[in-house]
């Protein structure tokens, strides 16, 4: 019979092996995590489902809903459109009032909208400055994080920590615990990132168009439709096109009528001219069916983007908690849902043009689709919403400020803020309040606030909070201490916090930050008693050291964000990252000891 030690331990190893391979969402690891834990009894069904009720869980519930109200004022956008003149003038200074702009939104806002707002206003600010938009995307991600070392709300892994040490008896982080220590980095992370950081990142030509971009010249061309009983006169669902070829119609013109995206049941008749995407194979084929209009046709359209009067090209960048993750576009009704035709798809450093409505979708996915120009601002509607299941690239993003609503969301968040620092309220009672006053002053809706929490990130915290319960009940966290304690120890209080920031950064980088936290928070926690210091610094180590994920594009996914949109390489973010993580663990080793009295 195994031990619940052993037991714990494979456990945890199945569910990093899961997390690294993104074989199931985390959410869903999460909670195959409690149910395994709870199966083989190394803690009960009410420690299992203790994490759903955990005041670390609840509490980056509600500040989901507050960042939300915040978002939905226009302030953020309206911030960072007035920003764009100024890289015209002065771009070093520009670059570095952005990343602080940036990283002090992060501080008190969840991070992934604030880059989601920030993506299209940095291409923008790329195209009009004449700079690369790859010299900006990386820096933009990377203050996100800075921002959210600063304080216990920056981001979901500070709660966590805390209420791992809450679970076990300690005391959690305040709220500007972290406040000295992530100050320093933020200063050093900026100051890298302006004066260093720029030689190290691509410098690459941008195409004249999209079209250009996606490589689209063999994917899409325009036919007439001759008198041939297999097309003319049919419907679009019972066209060959359609059900054979297995091709998009994106336009059909007849005589001096235009139609962009036709339904299924428009019926086709002779004479008219379709523009189709669709495989080159394809193409080849129909020269048995249909006349292939010449590149003085469509393809010469294609140098100015494929934009017509009546549509337009857009990207859309899938984030990483969109509806779109791990399905394909067929099975989000992508056509009919949001009136739009894909023409390719970005996936990290691939372009792809086949079989599109059958590619499973990733975080950062960039999907090119060619839509109705009357419905963009309805697009743009929907990219303003907190849970957006994309980012608009190719169009500029609707910014109606509402200045006394903005007053009124940030003198409660103050409020909030404020409540929690003072020790009147703890900061899950006090976001609370916040939200319950954003309700009933009809600032959202009920329906708006359960929609802006990211339940994925729900769901995880509650399985991370019962796989620290699990490694305490079972000892695994006490044995490993031991071996950090028993060998690394005896270099000393800077050796240990070295070699516990070492541990969390490298396994942060290639899993969920939450996931590495829970991991390490108990082993920190126990290390703390083994050696009889005080673990609030150690603590802050496996905080920081989670958060801090600079060298791969999937150790965070704010990074996962940008990584299509910059049209990055997986070294650009090693290149940079690389010294900017040695910078950041050598400055913690050093600090930690010093600022927190360990």
């Not at 226009?74 to 764009?84: D, E, F, R, S």
């Not at 299924?264 to 193409?283: E, H, M, S, Y």
């Not at 120009?373 to 299941?389: A, F, K, N, T, V």
């Not at 270099?491 to 916090?497: D, Q, R, S």
Request: glycine letters at 8%; a neutral charge; charged letters at 15%.
């Amino acid at each position: 019979m195994w031990s619940p030690a052993v037991l714990t331990l494979l456990i945890a190893a199945g569910a990093v092996l899961l997390f690294v391979t993104e074989w199931l969402s985390v959410d869903v690891v999460a909670m195959l995590l409690v149910v395994a834990l709870v199966v083989t009894g190394v803690i009960s069904p009410q420690e299992g489902l203790a994490g759903f009720s955990n005041e670390a869980t609840l509490t980056v519930a509600f500040m989901f809903v507050l960042s939300a109200a915040l978002l939905k004022t226009g302030a953020l956008q309206q911030v960072a459109g007035l920003m764009a003149g100024r890289f015209r003038r002065q771009p070093r200074k520009a670059t570095l009032l952005l990343l602080l702009v940036v990283a002090f939104c992060s501080a008190f806002i969840n991070n992934t909208p604030v880059v989601a707002v920030f993506i299209p206003v940095v291409n923008r600010i790329a195209a009009t400055a004449k700079i690369k938009a790859s010299k900006l995307l990386i820096p933009l991600s990377y203050a996100s994080i800075f921002g959210g070392l600063c304080t216990l709300i920056g981001t979901s892994t500070n709660i966590l920590v805390s209420g791992i040490a809450i679970a076990h008896g300690h005391v959690g982080f305040a709220m500007f615990t972290l406040a000295p220590l992530g100050l320093i980095l933020l200063g050093l992370g900026v100051l890298y990132l302006t004066y260093f950081g720029s030689d190290l990142l691509p410098n690459r030509d941008g195409e004249d168009s999209l079209a250009d971009k996606f490589a689209l010249h063999d994917y899409l061309a325009e036919i007439v439709i001759l008198n041939h009983p297999d097309l003319a006169g049919r419907r679009i669902m019972d066209s060959p096109l359609v059900r054979e070829l297995d091709m998009d119609i994106i336009e059909v013109r007849r005589a001096q009528e235009t139609f962009v995206l036709p339904p299924g049941d428009f019926r086709l008749v002779a004479g008219d001219t379709l523009k189709v995407r669709c495989d080159r194979t394809k193409i080849l084929n129909l020269k048995e069916w249909v006349r292939l209009v010449d590149n003085s046709g469509s393809l010469r359209l294609m140098g100015t983007g494929l934009e017509r009067d009546n549509s337009s090209l857009v990207e859309m960048v899938v984030t990483p908690n969109s509806d779109f993750v791990g399905k394909n576009l067929r099975e989000v009704d992508f056509r009919r849902s949001y009136r739009a035709v894909p023409l390719a798809i970005r996936q990290r450093e691939e372009t792809l043009h086949e079989h599109l409505y059958q590619l499973p979708l990733t975080p950062g996915d960039v999907i090119l689709a060619e839509v109705k120009s009357h419905y963009l601002q309805e697009l743009q509607r929907i990219e303003q919403q907190q849970d957006s299941p994309f980012i608009l690239l190719s169009t500029d993003a609707i910014t109606d400020f509402r200045r006394g609503r903005f007053y009124f969301v940030t003198g409660l968040v103050a409020v909030v803020i404020g409540l929690a620092t003072a020790g009147l309220l703890p900061i899950s009672i006090a976001a609370l309040l916040g939200v319950c006053v954003l309700v009933v002053s009809r600032t959202i809706s009920m329906a708006e606030a359960y929609e802006s929490i990211d339940w994925k990130i729900v769901f995880l915290l509650a399985g991370a909070l019962s796989l620290g319960r699990a490694m305490s009940n079972s000892g695994l966290d006490a044995s490993i201490a031991e071996l950090l304690t028993g060998s690394i120890f005896a270099w000393g209080p800077f050796a240990l916090v070295a070699g516990l920031y070492l541990a969390t950064g490298l396994l942060t980088e290639v899993m969920s930050n939450n996931a590495t936290a829970a991991l390490l928070a108990p082993v920190a926690l126990a290390c703390a008693d083994q050696i009889g210091v005080d673990p609030l610094p150690l603590l802050v180590t496996v905080a920081v050291a989670a958060s801090a994920s600079f060298m791969t594009p999937v150790g965070y996914q704010t990074n996962a964000m940008v990584y299509s949109a910059g049209r990055y390489k997986f070294l650009d973010f090693t290149r940079i990252g690389a010294p900017l993580s040695l910078v950041f663990w050598v400055a913690t080793t050093l600090l930690v000891p010093l600022l927190f009295r360990m």
